[in-house]
């Protein structure tokens, strides 16, 4: 790091989250460095992102507007049954992981970014704090940023005693090119929010920009994010990959066991209005299960959590990045000022904590009520999927 830098931050998890914590850090001075677990290019955990004022400014300080990486939706429509809409206006801009990634992670270009690293360790000697990874690699820094998602091995090492919760619905997902869809599916979904509510699920779908970021018409990608209700002994099963392989948080497209992708197309014939049950027959379908991860603490000894790795919020909120992103503007401004030479500023950062968790709770409460509302995860819901 260079000898110009106030301190030297070393951020576990190269995400979103960890990126935006690498620009905030960066803008009061500190020198970064950030070590991602992923083999290789990071994957989407999800796909649509809800523009959020917390992306917005930070994007805007980075030379970028909200509309340079988003699709512009102009109404919400809701689907009955039988695929009839109820539609009125509702301007709001959304985005995708990976094109929200590029305009994160292109500025950094200059900034050590190591992959395959899964955190082992971490020490504090003095001012100094150091992190080992599994390959042996050692980094060292004055503060260490977890960032590094719900299954945060920075929080293991720190609260060993926090676990994720299985809130009781798993999310069916799909991204898909527009250009493979049928015009007239296409043309009900463009430009629209659109929705639908049953017993025990729920299921919206919006357009985001192409694999590349790209806005024009026709080479946008339709995403779309089915909640059911599951019971938990069953998930086990839905978690199991193709190659056998047991997935704790994230079951990545092409992994779904055939059995059950079939399942998955069964339910959504017999359950969702035909034009959503058309969409999950044309999706190479993903899941992911929703956890619940309530907060401890988010500061320690020359270290702090933010994000998921903190704390998780229901995805209704459409919440989760733009929390991660609130997270690290507040610690790194808790930080301005601050070199190793002096003691850590104690007060400003529990003052951060206290807002964040403060924050947190208000989102945590918001999204366990919409979920209520469409019987997620409770117990009077229908539920989905068991086992024969």
């Known amino acids: 790091m260079s000898e110009t830098n106030d301190f030297t931050a070393l951020v576990i998890g190269g995400s979103v989250g960890g990126l935006a914590a690498a620009h905030e850090l960066r803008a009061v001075g500190a020198g970064v460095a950030v070590y991602e ?13 809800v523009m959020q004022p917390e992306v917005d400014a ?33 301007p709001q801009l959304m985005t995708a992981w990976d094109t929200l990634y590029r305009a994160l992670r292109e500025p950094l270009s200059g900034v050590c970014y190591r992959l395959d690293s899964t955190l082992r360790r971490v020490q504090v000697s003095g001012h100094d704090v150091t992190a080992e990874f599994s390959d042996g690699y050692t980094a060292r820094g004055n503060f260490l940023v977890g960032a590094d998602g719900i299954g945060s091995a920075t929080r293991m090492l720190l609260d060993s005693v926090s676990r994720p919760e299985y809130a009781g619905y798993v999310a069916w997902r799909g991204l898909e090119p527009e250009s493979a869809l049928p015009s007239e599916l296409l043309d009900l979904l463009a430009g629209r929010f659109t929705f639908f509510t049953s017993s025990g699920m729920q299921m919206l779908c919006y357009l985001v920009p192409g694999a590349d970021g ?7 990608r339709v995403n779309w994010v089915w909640y059911v209700n599951v019971a938990e002994p069953d998930l086990p099963r839905l978690l199991t990959g193709r190659s056998g392989k047991r997935f704790a948080h994230f079951v990545p497209p092409g992994e779904l066991q055939p059995e059950t992708v079939e399942q998955v197309a069964r339910q959504a014939d017999v359950s969702l209005p035909p034009p959503f049950a058309e969409l999950v027959h044309l999706s190479d379908v993903f899941m992911q299960p929703v956890f619940d991860l309530a907060p401890g603490r988010m500061v320690a000894d020359h270290a702090a959590l933010i994000g998921d790795a903190a704390g998780t919020v229901r995805p209704h909120t459409a919440s989760g990045t733009s929390k991660a992103f609130g997270d690290a503007a507040g610690l790194a401004a808790a930080l301005r000022g601050w070199t190793p030479a002096r003691p850590l500023p104690a007060s400003e950062l529990e003052h951060w904590e206290i807002r964040r968790l403060d924050r947190f709770l208000t989102l945590s409460e918001a999204g366990f009520d919409l979920a209520v509302r469409s019987t997620l995860g409770a117990e009077r819901g229908s539920r989905f999927f068991g086992s024969d």
């Open 214 to 220: 790209e806005r024009e018409e026709g080479s946008r």
């Open 58 to 90: 930070l994007l805007n300080r980075l030379g970028r507007t909200a509309s340079s990486v988003c699709v512009e939706l102009h109404e919400r429509q809701q689907l009955d049954a039988h695929g009839r809409t109820a539609r009125y206006e509702a």
């Open 37 to 49: 677990r992923s083999v290789g290019q990071t994957s989407a955990r999800g796909a649509g992102i």
